[in-house]
């Protein structure tokens, strides 16, 4: 009886240790940053993404036609307490739906264009002795630039003052950011577009 209990428990035993190789594999199907930086038709795949944003109708309604019916000469009214209307009124109120769309999209295009720049900058490609490889990532890089300070202006236009992150998003990031002064941010935006315009093609 006791032998039984022995070859059961060495059963056991063996069964939970040889699982371990099957429970903890590396997937050949997932692809990391290292791996999508390292060429650029990937590199070109990721930094793409920044470009869905211009589809969204937080860009092409909300930023053209609702956040741009006041000047100092045209003033758009109505009765109506629509989010819309808030804002031509300039009245808008905490939970206003367009204000938060437009700034959701920017920071979601901002995101992006984080996580393109530090995906570049970390690659071996970047700085390739292929110098048509380095040529592509430098580019790729100047398009990251350029879309998040794009994105930072459109926000210092319409908000003012805002939080700014040039980090991409990671498990110990900070998301409750302060303020910063538009200043700081654009000068921040326009020194690395200053930076990268010469690496970039023509």
Known sequence: MKFKHLIYTTVVFLSITACQDFLDPESLSTF??????SNAEDARKAVNA???????????????NNMTGNTDIEHAGGTSDGARYQIWRLNAQQNNGDLGYVWSIGYQAIRDANISIEGILASEALNSEDEALSKDMYHL????YTMRAYWYSMLTFYFGDVPFSTQAPSVDAEFNLPKEDRNVILSEVIKDLVE???KMKW
């Open 32 to 37: 990391d940053s290292k791996y999508i930086y």
């Open 50 to 64: 920044m470009y869905v944003h211009f589809s969204h109708d937080g860009f092409r309604s909300r930023l053209s």
């Open 141 to 144: 890089l100047g398009e990251a």
């Open 196 to 198: 990268i315009e010469e």
